[in-house]
């Protein structure tokens, strides 16, 4: 059986690589120095105390603002504001600079955001790039290659990053970034790997880890993964945890799994590790036993692997977590079950919590709307854009001084549009993005006295169809 591929430190692949562009290096542009763009005020918050830490696990690269904001209001604990840092280890190809930071800047309770963008390991010693961050509040991780990121290993900024967690801060990310914030991370150093590559191989040269970065609170164990269920990536993931079990990688002779889904997928973890699925849906999968055959040039057999899916709005306790609510899946010989996104779960389990609402026809007058009143927060609204023309009221009710935020997933078949309504069907907010697939978000505090009525109207612009959307209600 060959070697875990285990990559524990920059130097040694960069030092391959120079030797191997040699004769090519006179010829190669400079390394362009570290790019910083800040938005927000020039001075830094000042603030002895902060109530975090917190977290927002992403199934792609781009701020989702229901988690973001979850994330803000743990850690500013109501009060105050925060300063955020984004990493990027390349620049955007196209749009704005800074685009992650262009969404923080629209939340309540953002001091400042500045984007670092740095393409180097040695980046990770640069003195601005370190006093930035250890004077922010939140530290999040855009797209790109994990692989540069896992380069800061050892550097100053790796200790920065943890020292804004530790200070009751927080840190997350999308796609790549969401992988660096695993303990066990799959950095792609050798190129990426498909499930089927590391079903039929889970020693395949492209299965690669970093270990020993970040150890968060609560989720130990953990390998993340992104773009789960768009890039078929369960199977991966199971290879991955077969190789962590065989290997002695994570401790206590059990892995996890985290698998996000993209296109508005978040998992939001408070202080006390209890996590929060936001716009799309994301899986915790657990490998608790040897495999049964896990070797170099080998197809994968391994039974049972335990697979909880969140659906937006539930929630999935990592400081306790559950032993029930799971349902099976296994791996024979390199090939799947079945149904890996799906399942019965073997027996009940009251720590998958939060309120959900599917819509039921007729509604789309004020008269005739899902009440959502009674449901927990945040809630997941779920319904499909039927026919060209359908609305779909949900009825919610909001105390002085309380504040809601809704992001619906919309699916490509469709372009749907968003409202908040008062109790006469005034329109108060809306959000109306153009373009078929295009998700939508709003944000409402209602300021009158007393409790009030309102209403969530989602409405097709063009197109329809059987895929549904979801909308994600988050009252605080």
Same mark, same amino acid.
């Given at each position: %059986?060959?070697?875990?591929? =285990?990559?524990?430190?920059?130097?040694?692949?960069?030092? *391959?690589?120079?030797?191997?562009?040699?004769?090519?290096?006179?010829?190669?542009?400079?390394?362009?120095?570290?790019?910083?763009?800040?938005?927000?005020?020039?001075?830094?918050?000042?603030?002895?105390?902060?109530?975090?830490?917190?977290? !927002? %696990?992403?199934?792609?690269?781009?701020?989702?603002?229901?988690? %973001?904001?979850?994330?803000?209001?743990?850690?500013?604990?109501?009060?105050?504001? =925060?300063?955020?840092?984004?990493?990027?280890?390349?620049?955007?190809?196209?749009?704005?600079? +800074?685009?992650?930071?262009?969404?923080?800047?629209?939340?309540?309770?953002?001091?400042?955001?500045?984007?670092?963008?740095?393409?180097?390991?040695?980046?990770?010693?640069? &003195?601005?790039?370190?006093?930035?961050?250890?004077?922010?509040?939140?530290?999040?991780?855009?797209?790109?290659?994990?692989?540069?990121?896992?380069?800061?290993?050892?550097?100053?900024?790796?200790?920065?990053?943890?020292?804004?967690?530790? #200070?009751?801060?927080?840190?997350?990310?999308?796609?790549?970034?969401?992988?660096?914030?695993?303990?066990?991370?799959?950095?792609?150093?050798?190129?990426?790997?498909?499930?089927?590559?590391?079903?039929?191989?889970?020693?395949?040269?492209?299965?690669?880890? /970093?270990?020993?970065?970040?150890?968060?609170?609560?989720?130990?164990?953990?390998?993340?993964?992104?773009?789960?269920?768009?890039?078929?990536?369960?199977?991966?993931?199971m290879a991955f945890l077969a190789r962590a079990v065989k290997d002695g990688l994570n401790p206590g002779g059990a892995a996890w799994a985290v698998g996000v889904e993209e296109g508005g997928g978040s998992l939001f973890i408070d202080r006390n590790g209890l996590a929060t699925e936001y716009g799309k849906d994301a899986y915790v999968v657990l490998a608790d036993h040897q495999p049964e055959q896990?070797?170099?040039?080998?197809?994968? +057999?391994?039974?049972?692997?335990?697979?909880?899916?969140?659906?937006?709005?539930?929630?999935?306790?990592?400081?306790?977590?559950? *032993?029930?609510?799971?349902?099976?899946?296994?791996?024979?010989?390199?090939?799947?079950?079945?149904?890996?996104? &799906?399942? +019965?779960?073997?027996?009940?389990?009251?720590?998958?919590?939060?309120?959900?609402?599917?819509?039921?026809?007729?509604?789309?007058?004020?008269?005739?709307?899902?009440?959502? *009143?009674?449901?927990?927060?945040?809630?997941?609204?779920?319904?499909?854009?039927?026919?060209?023309?359908?609305?779909?009221?949900? #009825?919610?009710?909001?105390?002085?001084?309380?504040?809601?935020?809704?992001?619906?997933?919309?699916?490509?078949?469709?372009?749907?549009?968003?409202?908040?309504?008062?109790?006469?069907?005034?329109?108060?907010?809306?959000?109306?993005?153009?373009?078929?697939? !295009?998700?939508?978000?709003? /944000?409402?505090?209602?300021?009158?006295?007393?409790?009030?009525?309102?209403?969530?109207?989602?409405?097709?612009?063009?197109?329809?169809?059987?895929?549904?959307?979801?909308?994600?209600?988050? #009252?605080?």
């Amino acid at each position: %059986m060959a070697s875990p591929v =285990i990559r524990r430190s920059a130097p040694a692949l960069a030092a *391959t690589l120079l030797a191997l562009s040699l004769s090519a290096t006179a010829q190669q542009p400079a390394h362009a120095a570290a790019d910083r763009v800040r938005l927000g005020s020039a001075a830094d918050v000042s603030r002895t105390t902060w109530n975090g830490p917190a977290f !927002t %696990m992403n199934g792609a690269g781009a701020v989702v603002p229901a988690s %973001m904001n979850s994330a803000i209001e743990e850690i500013r604990g109501g009060s105050g504001s =925060i300063d955020v840092v984004v990493l990027a280890g390349s620049a955007p190809t196209s749009g704005s600079r +800074t685009p992650e930071c262009d969404t923080v800047m629209s939340l309540t309770g953002v001091n400042s955001c500045t984007t670092w963008t740095l393409t180097a390991a040695g980046d990770g010693n640069n &003195s601005q790039v370190n006093t930035d961050v250890r004077n922010a509040e939140f530290v999040y991780f855009a797209g790109g290659d994990q692989c540069r990121y896992a380069a800061w290993k050892g550097t100053a900024l790796e200790a920065s990053v943890e020292s804004v967690v530790a #200070k009751g801060g927080g840190s997350g990310g999308g796609s790549a970034g969401h992988h660096i914030n695993s303990p066990l991370v799959y950095d792609a150093c050798n190129g990426s790997v498909t499930s089927s590559e590391a079903l039929a191989n889970p020693y395949d040269r492209y299965v690669s880890f /970093t270990t020993g970065m970040f150890q968060w609170a609560h989720y130990g164990g953990v390998v993340n993964d992104s773009h789960f269920v768009t890039r078929d990536r369960m199977g991966r993931s199971m290879a991955f945890l077969a190789r962590a079990v065989k290997d002695g990688l994570n401790p206590g002779g059990a892995a996890w799994a985290v698998g996000v889904e993209e296109g508005g997928g978040s998992l939001f973890i408070d202080r006390n590790g209890l996590a929060t699925e936001y716009g799309k849906d994301a899986y915790v999968v657990l490998a608790d036993h040897q495999p049964e055959q896990a070797a170099d040039r080998k197809p994968l +057999t391994y039974s049972n692997f335990k697979i909880w899916r969140l659906a937006p709005g539930t929630t999935f306790d990592f400081k306790n977590r559950p *032993t029930c609510g799971y349902y099976l899946r296994s791996v024979t010989n390199g090939v799947p079950d079945a149904n890996l996104y &799906s399942g +019965t779960p073997v027996s009940g389990c009251g720590a998958q919590t939060g309120g959900a609402l599917t819509e039921t026809e007729p509604n789309d007058t004020r008269d005739t709307a899902n009440d959502a *009143t009674g449901l927990s927060s945040p809630t997941a609204l779920t319904g499909t854009m039927g026919s060209a023309g359908d609305r779909d009221y949900f #009825k919610v009710g909001l105390a002085s001084g309380q504040s809601a935020s809704v992001q619906c997933g919309i699916p490509a078949a469709y372009d749907a549009d968003l409202y908040w309504l008062d109790s006469s069907g005034s329109t108060l907010e809306r959000s109306v993005d153009d373009g078929a697939g !295009t998700d939508e978000s709003l /944000t409402f505090t209602r300021t009158a006295s007393g409790s009030g009525t309102y209403y969530v109207d989602v409405e097709a612009y063009s197109g329809s169809g059987a895929s549904p959307y979801t909308c994600t209600l988050t #009252k605080s």
